[in-house]
């Protein structure tokens, strides 16, 4: 290790004549540091001085310089005596220490961790269901091959009843079985922050019923070795019955409970203030935020964030330069002379005029900026309507053509992309959605509309409007991991009035929860008589 990296401050001592020494030695430090500056550039050093840390060469105890050393108003003096220059002619020595780590390499470190521990965290739920099955499926079978082996000289002969239980609870199991790899195994939908309850609930009451049996089989039946074979049968099926209601009243808890509509959510998004309702049944807050994010990815358009900011720009551009007069303020004396009340006043009027100019200028670039989004959709729509008649007048030709002369439908999308790419650039770039959308995924998309024989609309109505977030790449979603804030517990039921927050990298959903009402309905009965009618007409006519 470098011992130069050890030592980093400065040296000073009492003598005046010591002082050119310390400054010679400075000098030739100096250059001695610049000649090796080169032979070091692609290390790095970080040197962290902490203020108020002792050095190895003024040791304080207790707040108080030990014997032998300087005191620190003999320091003041000194620093008072030397001349002004000391900044400048002073050098720190500082060194590249092997155990130096860049902050690249800490952040590499804690993001390594991270993943992991969500890793580890993502399927630690499907392990422990995982573990629970298996113990919940082989507890019965462990029941009956336990007697078997242990005591079988011993055991009455099965009849054809107890025989009947075997199929019986074969049967049984196999539909356990399933139901738990339907219900428990299915592979997770995001990472909560914190254990669901119901799903604690329901696994601690299998491994407390499975070790109830356990515990009753154990002093019963292996202790006593009981010689009824079919009784042990018996007592293997009621474990398999209650397992079973057990999964019953899981898919009770978990799937159906939540299935009636309890409350109205409004979501709004803290950017450009997009706007969904939803209904939802009784979930606690977090099982609620993931219902509400699969909504968004489903139903908000896509976030874009270069729209707002163009928005933006344009209003403060224009804003910049309003300058706003205070004619009451209390270091005014304007206002109080009768004689420059005129002035006031046309001070005020010409500040209003500009105000009503900036707003009337930014109308109207608002208003050319829509009207060329309109000029380019109408070449856009223009262009992809003669691509697509090129295309099925390509397509009647190759129905007279040689089987080798048809050409692919990949081939005739690279064939006339060309001629609608121009335009469909310029609407992206005008509209701000140029990132959304990749060559690829465009040229994709046309394939595509080509294959299934789709019309031009339905090929432009992917980049007219904005669409929800799923029909993008997950590269383009700009929200991977999000956080909730919330001042309630998180495992705890939504209820009337629960406000929280969903936050993400650019923007944030906050979230209101608002009960539905108790609806009334009451029934009025009509007579059908009442709907008869008698319709009455003169025999006499005027013809």
Same mark, same amino acid.
């Given at each position: 290790?470098?011992?130069?990296?050890?030592?980093?401050?400065?040296?000073?001592?009492?003598?005046?004549?010591?002082?050119?020494?310390?400054?010679?030695?400075?000098?030739?430090?100096?250059?001695?540091?610049?000649?090796?500056?080169?032979?070091?550039?692609?290390?790095?050093?970080?040197? *962290?001085?902490?203020?108020?840390?002792?050095?190895?060469?003024?040791?304080?105890?207790?707040?108080?310089?030990?014997?032998?050393?300087?005191?620190?108003?003999? #320091?003041?003096?000194?620093?008072?005596?030397?001349?002004?220059?000391?900044?400048?002619?002073?050098?720190?020595?500082?060194?590249?220490?092997?155990?130096?780590?860049?902050?690249?390499?800490?952040?590499?470190?804690?993001?390594?961790?991270? #993943?992991?521990?969500?890793? @580890?965290?993502?399927?630690?739920?499907?392990?422990?269901?995982?573990?629970?099955?298996?113990?919940?499926?082989?507890?019965?079978?462990?029941?009956?091959?336990?007697?078997?082996?242990?005591?079988?000289?011993?055991?009455?002969?099965?009849?054809?009843?107890?025989?009947?239980?075997?199929?019986?609870?074969? @049967?049984?199991?196999?539909?356990?079985?399933?139901?738990?790899?339907?219900?428990?195994?299915?592979?997770?939908?995001?990472?909560?922050?914190?254990?669901?309850?119901?799903?604690?609930?329901?696994?601690?009451?299998?491994?407390?019923?499975?070790?109830?049996?356990?515990?009753?089989?154990?002093?019963? *039946?292996?202790?006593?070795?009981?010689?009824?074979? &079919?009784?042990?049968?018996? @007592?293997?099926?009621?474990?398999?019955?209650?397992?079973?209601?057990?999964?019953?009243?899981?898919?009770?808890?978990?799937?159906?409970?939540?299935?009636?509509?309890?409350?109205?959510?409004?979501?709004?998004?803290?950017?450009?203030?997009?706007?969904?309702?939803?209904?939802?049944?009784?979930?606690? *807050?977090?099982?609620?935020?993931?219902?509400?994010?699969?909504?968004?990815?489903?139903?908000?358009?896509?976030?874009?964030?270069?729209?707002?900011?163009?928005?933006?720009?344009?209003?403060?551009?224009?804003?910049?330069?309003?300058?706003?007069?205070?004619?009451?303020?209390?270091?005014?004396?304007?206002?109080?002379?009768?004689?420059?009340?005129?002035?006031?006043?046309? =001070?005020?009027?010409?500040?209003?005029?500009?105000?009503?100019?900036?707003?009337?200028?930014?109308?109207?670039?608002?208003?050319?900026?829509?009207?060329?989004?309109?000029?380019?959709?109408?070449?856009?729509?223009?262009?992809?309507?003669?691509?697509?008649?090129?295309?099925?007048?390509?397509?009647?030709?190759?129905?007279?053509?040689?089987?080798? #002369?048809?050409?692919?439908?990949?081939?005739?999308?690279?064939? *006339?992309?060309?001629? =609608?790419?121009?335009?469909?650039?310029?609407?992206?770039?005008?509209?701000?959605?140029? &990132?959304?959308?990749?060559?690829?995924?465009?040229?994709?998309?046309?394939? @595509?509309?080509?294959?299934?024989?789709?019309?031009?609309?339905?090929?432009?109505?992917?980049?007219?409007?904005?669409?929800?977030?799923?029909?993008?790449?997950?590269?383009?979603?700009?929200?991977?991991?999000?956080?909730?804030?919330?001042?309630?517990?998180?495992?705890?039921?939504?209820?009337?009035?629960?406000?929280?927050?969903?936050?993400?990298?650019?923007?944030?959903?906050?979230?209101?929860?608002?009960?539905?009402?108790?609806?009334?309905?009451?029934?009025?009965?009509?007579?059908?008589?009442?709907?008869?009618?008698?319709?009455?007409?003169?025999?006499?006519?005027?013809?």
């Amino acid at each position: 290790m470098d011992t130069e990296s050890t030592h980093s401050g400065y040296s000073y001592h009492s003598s005046r004549s010591g002082r050119s020494n310390r400054h010679g030695d400075r000098n030739r430090e100096r250059h001695k540091v610049s000649s090796s500056k080169d032979s070091s550039r692609s290390e790095r050093s970080v040197v *962290i001085n902490p203020p108020d840390t002792p050095s190895q060469e003024s040791p304080v105890h207790n707040g108080e310089p030990l014997p032998g050393e300087p005191s620190p108003a003999a #320091d003041l003096e000194e620093d008072e005596a030397q001349d002004d220059n000391w900044g400048e002619t002073t050098t720190a020595v500082t060194g590249t220490s092997e155990l130096s780590v860049s902050q690249e390499e800490v952040v590499g470190l804690g993001k390594g961790i991270q #993943d992991r521990t969500q890793g @580890f965290r993502r399927y630690l739920p499907l392990a422990v269901g995982l573990c629970v099955g298996l113990l919940v499926l082989a507890t019965p079978l462990v029941f009956l091959l336990l007697p078997a082996v242990m005591w079988p000289d011993r055991l009455q002969a099965c009849g054809s009843a107890c025989e009947g239980l075997f199929l019986s609870i074969s @049967f049984k199991l196999l539909i356990l079985l399933v139901a738990i790899w339907a219900l428990f195994l299915r592979p997770g939908r995001a990472s909560l922050p914190r254990m669901c309850v119901y799903r604690a609930f329901l696994s601690t009451l299998t491994l407390l019923l499975t070790m109830s049996y356990w515990l009753f089989y154990g002093v019963r *039946i292996l202790d006593a070795q009981d010689e009824d074979y &079919h009784g042990i049968v018996q @007592f293997a099926v009621s474990l398999v019955d209650s397992q079973l209601f057990v999964h019953y009243l899981a898919v009770v808890l978990l799937e159906l409970r939540q299935l009636q509509p309890c409350y109205s959510v409004s979501v709004i998004r803290s950017t450009d203030g997009e706007t969904r309702h939803y209904n939802i049944g009784q979930l606690s *807050i977090q099982r609620a935020c993931l219902s509400i994010l699969e909504y968004y990815y489903r139903d908000f358009p896509l976030h874009n964030p270069a729209l707002l900011s163009a928005s933006k720009h344009r209003a403060a551009k224009h804003l910049a330069g309003l300058k706003v007069y205070n004619v009451d303020a209390p270091g005014n004396t304007a206002g109080a002379q009768p004689g420059n009340g005129n002035q006031s006043r046309a =001070m005020v009027t010409a500040a209003a005029k500009r105000k009503d100019s900036a707003h009337n200028e930014l109308y109207y670039e608002e208003a050319d900026y829509e009207r060329r989004v309109r000029k380019r959709r109408a070449r856009l729509v223009v262009a992809v309507e003669e691509a697509f008649t090129h295309v099925r007048r390509m397509k009647k030709e190759d129905e007279r053509a040689a089987p080798s #002369d048809i050409m692919d439908v990949r081939e005739a999308a690279l064939a *006339i992309f060309p001629s =609608m790419a121009r335009a469909l650039q310029k609407y992206l770039r005008t509209t701000r959605r140029q &990132h959304c959308h990749s060559m690829e995924s465009i040229q994709k998309h046309l394939a @595509f509309c080509l294959v299934n024989n789709m019309s031009p609309k339905a090929f432009l109505e992917a980049y007219l409007a904005p669409g929800p977030t799923l029909q993008y790449g997950p590269e383009r979603w700009m929200a991977d991991q999000w956080t909730l804030i919330s001042e309630a517990s998180v495992t705890s039921g939504v209820k009337e009035g629960t406000e929280f927050l969903l936050r993400c990298l650019d923007f944030s959903l906050a979230v209101t929860i608002r009960g539905i009402p108790y609806i009334r309905l009451m029934e009025e009965y009509v007579d059908p008589k009442s709907h008869k009618f008698i319709l009455l007409l003169q025999s006499e006519t005027s013809v």
